[in-house]
Nanobody, 119 residues
């Protein structure tokens, strides 16, 4: 059974920082690229960041470039999203997404963690 579990969300003031974690169990973690998505109320889910299987390649949406950093520790089956200089528009539920492509493709979603940026 695969489980993808996010943690680290919370309430933070504008300009503050949070680090989200996502632990994945029941899969060969190093075979999966990992992504962070977010969804604000009334809006579509959007891709925030993606990190390759061994962490050498990262991609970010323009609005978070220079503020957010994705990283992973394959020994701990965990991916992180360091979020700095947070803005109210970063308020959303953040979801972790695991994807494996190739002969056998597989994807898994976490249930999300809430991030609220407000003074």
């Amino acid at each position: 059974q695969v489980h993808v579990v996010e943690s680290g969300g919370g309430l933070v003031r504008p300009g503050g920082s949070l680090r989200l974690s996502c632990a994945a169990y029941g899969l060969t973690f190093s075979s999966y690229s990992m992504s962070w998505y977010r969804q604000a109320p009334g809006k579509e889910r959007e891709l925030v960041a993606t990190i390759s299987t061994i962490g050498t390649i990262t991609n970010y949406r323009d609005s978070v470039k220079g503020r957010f950093t994705a990283s992973r520790d394959n020994a701990k089956n965990t991916v992180y999203l360091q979020m700095n200089s947070l803005k109210p528009e970063d308020t959303a539920t953040y979801y972790c997404y695991a994807a494996r492509t190739g002969v056998i493709s597989e994807t898994h979603w976490g249930r999300g963690t809430q991030v609220t940026v407000s003074s």
